[in-house]
């Protein structure tokens, strides 16, 4: 199986990309392929891919202000039977919210966990 990711082309974006090798050695029947590009280039790819259905990506790195747009448009889809590890009451109020669409959870969150899971 392979997988394309779509991010911008900054510090944290790239130090993820960087575990890509990691996630090989764990997970070898699936290939990783990144497309980084500075962040106007890269939202112009990601509305034309999703405007016309095109599929370029399977996984994209995207923010607060298109989350609400793009789950609106039926671009996203409700993340739901979560594993346990992963508790949404570990992420700020307000990240978990801009997070969502219409009360149900539609995006993860890469950086903004709550302090107590940083002390850890």
């Known amino acids: 199986m392979?997988?394309?990711?779509?991010?911008?082309?900054n510090t944290d974006m790239l130090a993820m990309r960087g575990l890509s090798e990691q996630f090989a050695q764990t997970h070898p029947n699936i290939e990783l392929q990144w497309r980084v590009l500075n962040e106007n280039i890269l939202r112009q790819r990601l509305l034309s891919d999703l405007a016309i259905s095109d599929g370029q990506f399977d996984i994209m790195t995207i923010?607060?202000?298109?989350?609400?747009?793009?789950?609106?448009?039926?671009?996203?889809?409700?993340?739901?039977?979560?594993?346990?590890?992963?508790?949404?009451?570990?992420?700020?109020?307000?990240?978990?919210?801009?997070?969502?669409?219409?009360?149900k959870f539609v995006c993860f969150t890469l950086l903004c966990g709550k302090l107590h899971d940083f002390l850890s």
């Open 2 to 9: 392979k997988l394309t990711i779509g991010t911008v082309n």
């Open 63 to 103: 923010g607060a202000y298109e989350t609400p747009i793009w789950a609106k448009r039926g671009w996203l889809t409700t993340l739901e039977n979560l594993p346990e590890a992963y508790d949404l009451h570990d992420i700020f109020d307000s990240v978990r919210d801009a997070l969502s669409y219409q009360k």
